[in-house]
């Protein structure tokens, strides 16, 4: 089978890369080859490379910068996902759409259900739900809302606080929010299981457990104090 994934030098790109290139042909797709916000550039990249699904982890990740600028993030989060799901449908590939946990508004006190009321409560959420919808129009599509996300590849919020203990320095991380983190290399070999043969539809991927992001940082902490 043959792989396109965008949004591959992210934290989780880089991940899905790594393994889905172990068992599959992988087509790294970088804003170098393509600018997912125009759509002729997506399609002439996509029927060179034909790949039979295309995993679109491209995104504007942050919601500050969301905030910040809506229309950016409009642009990115939905327009660049449509560029991806026309160009992929005409060429008879099936989308892995990498979504998140910010379309919803984070009120229930127990984990949201796929069939879950969306009411996103931010910028961000609303672009990545508007790309949901855009993504499920497709004949063969899967969605995957992700949370916190941690792994090798590139700096994320738990490697920052390993390295801000490291130099001495205080690292500051919320105590409050109680929700469920994702090991990015579990969640590629998940999400690459479902696309062999899981039927299209929406999965929420997380690893087991709930904590606050405090709770995941300090447990980082310590296992590195143990090594």
Same mark, same amino acid.
């Given at each position: 089978?043959?792989?396109?994934?965008?949004?591959?030098?992210?934290?989780?790109?880089?991940? &899905? =890369?790594? $393994?889905? /290139?172990? @068992? *599959?042909?992988?087509?790294?797709?970088?804003?170098?080859? #393509?600018?997912?916000?125009?759509?002729?550039?997506?399609?002439?990249?996509?029927?060179?490379?034909?790949?039979?699904?295309?995993?679109?982890?491209?995104?504007?990740?942050?919601?500050?910068?969301?905030?910040?600028?809506?229309?950016?993030?409009? &642009? =990115?989060? $939905?327009? /660049?996902? @449509? *560029?991806?799901?026309?160009?992929?449908?005409?060429?008879? #590939?099936?989308?892995?759409?990498?979504?998140?946990?910010?379309?919803?508004?984070?009120?229930?006190?127990?984990?949201?259900?796929?069939?879950?009321?969306?009411?996103?409560?931010?910028?961000?959420?609303?672009?990545?739900?508007?790309?949901?919808?855009? =993504?499920?129009?497709?004949?063969?599509?899967?969605?995957?809302?992700?949370?916190?996300?941690?792994?090798?590849?590139?700096?994320?919020?738990?490697?920052?606080?390993?390295?801000?203990?490291?130099?001495?320095?205080?690292?500051?991380?919320?105590?409050?929010?109680?929700?469920?983190?994702?090991?990015?290399?579990?969640?590629?070999?998940?999400?690459?299981? =479902?696309?062999?043969?899981?039927?299209?539809?929406?999965?929420?991927?997380?690893?087991?457990?709930?904590?606050?992001?405090?709770?995941?940082?300090?447990?980082?902490?310590?296992?590195?104090?143990?090594?």
């Amino acid at each position: 089978m043959k792989v396109a994934i965008t949004g591959s030098t992210g934290l989780f790109g880089q991940g &899905l =890369v790594q $393994v889905v /290139g172990k @068992r *599959h042909t992988v087509f790294s797709v970088g804003r170098a080859e #393509a600018d997912i916000t125009k759509f002729d550039e997506v399609r002439t990249v996509l029927q060179s490379l034909h790949p039979d699904v295309v995993i679109h982890a491209a995104a504007i990740p942050s919601p500050d910068v969301c905030e910040d600028d809506p229309a950016q993030a409009y &642009l =990115v989060n $939905v327009h /660049g996902t @449509r *560029h991806i799901a026309e160009a992929a449908k005409e060429i008879g #590939a099936a989308v892995a759409y990498i979504s998140t946990d910010s379309v919803f508004d984070g009120e229930k006190r127990i984990p949201y259900k796929e069939d879950g009321l969306t009411i996103p409560a931010t910028v961000y959420g609303r672009t990545k739900l508007r790309g949901e919808h855009v =993504v499920a129009a497709l004949p063969r599509h899967w969605i995957f809302r992700v949370a916190v996300l941690f792994g090798p590849g590139k700096l994320n919020f738990v490697e920052k606080g390993l390295r801000a203990v490291a130099a001495g320095q205080q690292y500051v991380v919320a105590s409050d929010q109680l929700g469920h983190a994702l090991y990015t290399l579990d969640g590629a070999s998940k999400i690459l299981e =479902v696309v062999e043969k899981g039927p299209s539809g929406i999965y929420h991927l997380t690893n087991q457990g709930t904590c606050t992001r405090y709770e995941l940082a300090k447990y980082a902490l310590d296992r590195r104090a143990l090594t």
